[in-house]
């Protein structure tokens, strides 16, 4: 089997499993527990979270565990929303193609009389940094930008964006998801008040993320019950996860640079195979993109018929982000990049990881073109392309 679905998530490192196995069965007390025992697993949390944050250049104490990447962009968004309501600002400023924890979150603010200014995010899926500075208004109490793509990999400017609030007084949150253990992170220099993480997609557990949050802001909780987390989010800590995160964290980000080498040369070989097929675009930009991210439109396919007949191959990809999936609307994402729906319903993902070999990557390329041909020519849609009657939106 290739598994190149690393953005849906990732294969738990060794290092990662091993750094959770004691807290388990040897170090299980609760934190909040007084006697020793209890005490000595408070410590080991505590020092997880100093390490964390030496990997995104922040303060022990600037670090909240969550339950992942989707409950920290909420607390994020919804501490933004709160700020605003008590100074009278309830305009907050996004893109179009945010992780639906982002979107759907913001639709709620909405509902709640918010109102949302979503960015265009160009043909090529890169804001400008002048776009955020000419949407800020009086009134903005939030700008959230993801800092990669989850689904076209591209990647924001996020620290000319960061700058551009600090100047005006706005909050900036990132969900740097996608970016983390890719891109290299530090609140501090790239202007970050607020941050999202899930350990999931760095070779991490699932069910376990970081909100970051700049000292000073004051966290609103969504999970009322003790006092961990300093108030701030209840509930016994998941300590085997956070310690699989922490480790998972400090492997990743030490080995950025060899590893965003080696993963850019295969992307970069899968980009040149994929683009030999006719009527198939890249989707986001070619450049400024994550180093595993790979994603196409093809004309006159399904992105459905072709996962399947992909997975049949042994091949694990996807149309678009998991969410989406098993949804018959095209990808929200590919839609705000310009894609017409007929294209958008064609599209393929491919995110590889440390285990993608040259041999995984001839062998996707050889299977997908293998397969686009073989949809094409049973889809009805696709004889009306070469018969002339409908007109193809790729030039070749
Ligand atoms: C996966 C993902 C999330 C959600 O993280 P979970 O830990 O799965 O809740 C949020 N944002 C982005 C960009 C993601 O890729």
Not at 197 to 210: E, M, N, T
């Amino acid at each position: 089997m290739i598994y190149a679905d690393n953005a849906a998530t990732t294969k738990m490192s060794e290092t990662a499993i091993n750094a959770m196995l004691p807290y388990m069965n040897e170090i299980y007390g609760n934190p909040s527990s007084l006697y020793s025992f209890g005490q000595q697993a408070k410590e080991e949390l505590e020092k997880a979270r100093t390490r964390v944050a030496a990997c995104l250049g922040c303060d022990p104490k600037e670090i909240t565990f969550t339950s992942g990447g989707s409950e920290a962009d909420n607390q994020a968004i919804f501490t933004a929303a709160k700020y605003g309501e008590r100074k009278g600002k309830k305009h907050i400023i996004s893109t179009a193609f945010e992780h639906h924890a982002v979107l759907h979150t913001l639709e709620r603010l909405k509902k709640q009389g918010f109102e949302i200014t979503l960015l265009d995010v160009h043909k090529n899926g890169v804001i400008d940094p002048s776009q955020v500075a000419e949407a800020i208004r009086e009134d903005t109490c939030l700008v959230t930008i993801m800092y990669a793509n989850n689904e076209i990999g591209t990647i924001q400017p996020i620290e000319e964006i960061g700058k551009i609030c600090r100047e005006k007084n706005v909050l900036f949150h990132t969900d740097a998801v996608q970016a983390a253990g890719h891109l290299h992170i530090n609140v501090k220099e790239q202007n970050i008040d607020m941050l999202s993480l899930s350990a999931h997609k760095f070779h991490g557990p699932k069910g376990i993320g970081v909100l970051y949050a700049k000292r000073g802001i004051i966290l609103d909780t969504l999970i009322n019950g003790g006092a961990q987390e300093r108030g701030k989010r209840a509930g016994t800590e998941n300590l085997p996860a956070i310690m699989g995160m922490a480790a998972a964290l400090e492997e990743a980000c030490a080995g950025i640079d060899n590893y965003s080498e080696k993963l850019t040369a295969l992307r970069d070989r899968l980009i040149e195979g994929l683009d030999k097929i006719p009527y198939g675009e890249l989707n986001g930009d070619r450049e400024k993109r994550l180093p595993g991210n790979v994603n196409f439109c093809f004309e006159g396919i399904e992105g459905e018929s072709l996962l399947l007949l992909l997975d049949d191959k042994g091949i694990c990809a996807s149309s678009g982000s998991a969410c989406t999936s098993g949804s018959l609307d095209p990808s929200h994402v590919l839609l705000a990049i310009g894609r017409p729906h007929e294209v958008a319903h064609g599209s393929l993902r491919l995110t590889i990881g440390e285990d993608t070999t040259e041999e995984d990557i001839d062998y996707m390329i050889e299977a997908v073109t293998e397969v686009v041909t073989y949809l094409r020519n049973m889809s009805p849609f696709w004889r009306d392309l070469t018969t002339g009657k409908r007109t193809h939106v790729f030039a070749k």
